[in-house]
């Protein structure tokens, strides 16, 4: 039971930087102009956001709120990815939104917990942390179920392995060296940053591969 005492501490400072964020409510947004903005995301993505290629996440079903955040990201060179600088450039905020929200209304097909071995290890983590280095559960902002909030928590449940596992490493990067050219820095108050960098590459990959198998 250990394991679950910062649970309530680590909902705090959750609700503590939620409450730092600037209210991000949008716009009313038109998910059927969004489908025919998708077209461009097809290759990488699939036209229902329901990516084939596990190095691309899974945007079907994911919130719209993070989605238009993290597609503003990427335009400013707040979240470095140079194929999706590129793709979001020519976006203005109305089809930020209205993209987001095609997304967003999509079914996520989701993925699976592949390694048997460490799936005990992963929901552990993901439930109740490490105390023993203060490491949070990761269910205190991404729900039980990986379900996530809008604007700040994404929904991990059902992403594939691959990607969640690359971007905890990219948050480690930037968490150890601000200025690591890998690294991932868009997180408010550094979140995951402080959380990442706090985990091995064996937890993460353990994590990675539970959460993909949440509904």
């Not at 996440?57 to 993070?66: C, S, V």
């Not at 991404?142 to 449940?157: E, K």
């Not at 937890?203 to 959460?211: F, M, P, R, S």
Request: with cysteine; net charge positive.
């Amino acid at each position: 039971m250990k394991r679950f005492l910062l649970l309530p501490l680590f909902l705090f400072a959750c609700a503590a930087a939620q409450a730092n964020e600037p209210a991000t409510a949008l716009p009313k947004a038109d998910p059927v102009k969004g489908q025919a903005t998708a077209a461009m995301c097809v290759a990488c993505h699939s036209a229902d956001g329901n990516s084939m290629i596990s190095t691309y996440p899974k945007l079907a079903g994911q919130h719209a709120e993070y989605l238009v955040k993290q597609l503003r990201n990427f335009k400013s060179g707040e979240r470095a990815n140079p194929v999706m600088a590129g793709m979001s450039a020519p976006l203005s905020d109305d089809d930020m939104r209205n993209v987001a929200a095609w997304f967003a209304s999509q079914a996520q097909k989701s993925d699976i917990a592949k390694n048997k071995e460490t799936v005990e290890f992963g929901q552990k983590l993901y439930r109740g942390g490490d105390q023993s280095k203060g490491l949070p559960a990761c269910a205190a902002c991404h729900g039980p179920a990986g379900g996530g909030t809008p604007v700040q928590y994404p929904r991990l449940a059902g992403q594939f392995a691959e990607y969640t596992a690359a971007q905890l490493k990219a948050f480690r990067a930037a968490g150890g060296d601000p200025k690591d050219p890998a690294g991932r820095a868009n997180d408010p108050n550094k979140t995951m940053r402080s959380v990442a960098v706090k985990m091995t590459d064996a937890e993460i990959k353990a994590v990675a591969d539970y959460v993909a198998g949440l509904r």
